[in-house]
């Protein structure tokens, strides 16, 4: 498994059993060891261990994505709020809510370059235009980046921070924004996606973008341009999102879901790495 490719090195391998309903935003920090994931729909964030361990943390009815502290802790976005922990291993305590409208969750988010959590959300129902991108700077305060999105999904930098690439998962597509004083401006398509969903990404330190595609078993990098540069295909339709991580970077760690699968696979809701050749950036810590 994986493709005959410069940028992939090694072959794909299952690195975690089937554990998750929905596994979703793997990141790896070296605060709390390693990678960290979470169980989305469980409200269970997932920390895998040098030994192969994994340790799971029950933090609410959702657990959407994680992000290390500046301060050596770490953020959770909650079903509707944010909560945080003053150590790397430190049970999260809630910090605030964004809303009120029980129809829209947490999804996905990042961290800007000044330090600053993005925080994307979707309506349950899927409603078109119900969701939104956030930004939540380290006092807690509040500014909308993207309104009337409908799955607001990976988010992230180019390596010089001028370019932000964003999936909001219906369109098929990802975009790229230039970032103007913190704000994402002159959005444009970067990629139409012929096969799935356009999920989770991640951007390597060379600026190539990789993106899982939900449904379609795969993550694909795309240059700067769009053009593809390689495919890892996983034995697992439900590819949400993937993050580089090891100690050069250079593992580039998949997760996956069973939700709503009529006829379940063996490994999904299992965690892969594949090597590849170009290093990922390293992740940025909020500053709340």
Known sequence: ???????????????????????????????WGGLRWVDLLAGDVLTLRRDGAVDRMHVGDVAAFVRPRATGGWVVATERGLARADEPDGIPTP??????????????????????????TMGYDRVPGSATLYRVDAT?????????VTISNGIDLSPDHRLAYYDDTPSGRTDVFDV??????????????????????????????????????????????????????????????????????????ITTSRENLQDPEPEAGAVFRVRVAVPGQPVRAFAG
């Open 140 to 148: 807690g305060d509040v500014a909308v980046l993207l309104p009337d």
């Open 180 to 253: 103007v004083a913190g704000e994402l401006t002159n959005r444009r398509p970067l990629v139409t996606h012929d096969v799935g969903h356009p999920d989770g990404l991640t951007v390597d330190s060379a600026g190539n973008i990789w993106v899982a595609l939900n449904g379609a078993g795969r993550v694909r990098c795309h240059s700067p341009e769009g053009e593809v540069l390689a495919e890892v295909t996983v034995p697992v339709r439900l590819t949400t999102a993937c993050t580089f991580g090891g100690d050069d970077l250079r593992d580039l760690y």
């Open 95 to 120: 910090w605030f809510d964004l809303w009120e409208d029980a129809a829209v969750r947490m999804n996905e988010g990042g961290v800007d370059s000044e330090g600053r959590l993005w925080a994307g």
């Open 1 to 31: 498994m994986g493709a005959v490719s410069p940028l992939v090195v090694g072959e794909l391998e299952q690195v975690t059993d089937a554990l998750c309903y929905h596994g979703e935003g793997p990141v790896w920090s070296p605060t």
